[in-house]
């Protein structure tokens, strides 16, 4: 059987190739150099998706009409009048928009992996990649994932009896991978990639059980004036290997009491930026971690009301972006073809979605901005944004 060839020659590789033509669902991909592993020809796609936060590019950023035309109009639509989800298959996007607003705003994807040996996959998919196997195993990709660099971070806990899960921090993307034969799915088959999974979800994991404790603690620190609330972070630092968790955190919690308490929210949204500031200052988040949080959360507040004398200008924020961007306009790394993000190192790779994700971030206060130069610095990033990794 095809599938259970695990090495080749370049002699064997063509006949396999002839095979191919005849029999493409199969989905075996056969690389000519001897030696080399035949291996599924959809696990490029699999492989871009963790890497890249994306499918064919779009993603967390684009809006329903954006993801059509790149994925087609093959798709179920469930729409409600504040949600909406669109089913392609294999994939499956999902959108939201407030009260009042006719523009829907990306919540989310996720790649149904374990629907493979039960789906027609998409044109679109297909012309890019190539035909598609009946399952998507964990080891292969994972074993493609370390050879470019990107390592996997297992966050399994309790409640995930029936599979592992596992996360990218580059991406924001989490893999569900089934630990017993359910179905079409074997254990050890991956079933689904999913974004975006911040890391404020993944320190929810880890320190859910101090919930109580820690809004004590940030109401408490409330009170507190600047000198009182830096000997407060001082006298509770976690371990280092906590550190970061133990911040984000904190973050996660204020978010829940503005949610919950909007009475005092300006005082909530003061401390959030407050520590976000220290979070910098103390070298937790990177500058570009410190803009693009800063730069969601005043939007999040301007929209909900909260006063804007209490936020940083538009200004402000927009040009933390653009400072953080590690290469210039001239300088980052874009793709005219999906299938070019492997001629990308690393480095390349990081900084470009870097990009992507820190003018995502601004965009959203465009607007607002005074600055015409700022304002014009900005939609130069826009307009390259697409091709961004």
């Not at 990107?150 to 592992?164: F, G, K, N, S, V």
């Not at 921090?169 to 254990?187: D, F, H, K, N, P």
């Not at 009475?263 to 803009?291: C, P, T, Y």
């Not at 804007?308 to 200008?313: K, N, T």
């Amino acid at each position: 059987m095809v599938h259970l060839l695990s090495r080749c020659a370049d002699a064997r590789c063509d006949m396999i190739r002839r095979i191919d033509r005849r029999k493409a669902r199969r989905g075996l991909r056969c690389t000519p150099e001897l030696g080399h592993a035949c291996r599924m020809a959809d696990l490029d796609f699999f492989v871009d998706v963790v890497v890249t936060g994306a499918v064919l590019g779009v993603g967390l950023t684009d809006s329903p009409d954006e993801v059509a035309r790149t994925l087609g109009g093959d798709f179920a639509e469930d729409r409600g009048h504040a949600v909406m989800r669109r089913d392609y298959g294999l994939v499956e996007f999902s959108w939201a928009r407030r009260p009042g607003s006719h523009s829907w705003q990306a919540t989310g994807f996720t790649v149904q992996a374990h629907r493979l040996a039960s789906i027609t996959v998409i044109d679109a998919l297909v012309h890019r990649y190539g035909p598609f196997g009946r399952q998507l195993r964990f080891t292969q990709l994972n074993a493609e994932l370390d050879r470019l660099g990107y390592h996997l971070q297992e966050i399994t806990d309790q409640a995930d009896a029936d599979y592992r899960r596992y996360w990218l921090a580059e991406s924001r993307i989490s893999l569900l991978v089934a630990t017993r034969y359910q179905g079409l799915v074997a254990a050890g088959d991956v079933w689904s990639i999913s974004a975006p999974h911040p890391p404020e979800l993944v320190a929810a994991r880890r320190l859910g059980g101090q919930r109580q404790a820690v809004k004590d603690g940030l109401v408490h620190l409330l009170r507190l004036d600047e000198h009182q609330r830096q000997q407060w972070l001082d006298h509770r630092q976690p371990a280092p290997r906590e550190r970061t968790n133990w911040w984000l955190y904190l973050l996660l919690v204020i978010d829940q009491q503005l949610r919950d308490q909007s009475g005092w929210r300006a005082e909530w949204a003061e401390l959030k930026l407050w520590l976000l500031r220290q979070g910098q200052a103390r070298a937790v988040f990177s500058e570009a971690e410190s803009a693009e949080k800063l730069a969601y959360f005043a939007a999040g507040m301007r929209r909900s009301g909260v006063e804007s004398a209490v936020l940083p200008s538009a200004d402000d924020i927009v040009r933390a972006c653009l400072d953080a961007i590690p290469v210039g306009l001239n300088e980052v790394a874009t793709l005219a073809d999906r299938r070019d993000l492997a001629g990308l190192d690393r480095t390349q790779t990081r900084h470009s979605r870097q990009a992507k994700n820190l003018v995502s971030a601004a965009q959203w206060h465009l607007d607002a901005v005074l600055d015409t130069h700022l304002a014009a610095q900005l939609r130069e990033w826009i307009d390259i944004k697409p091709r961004l990794v």
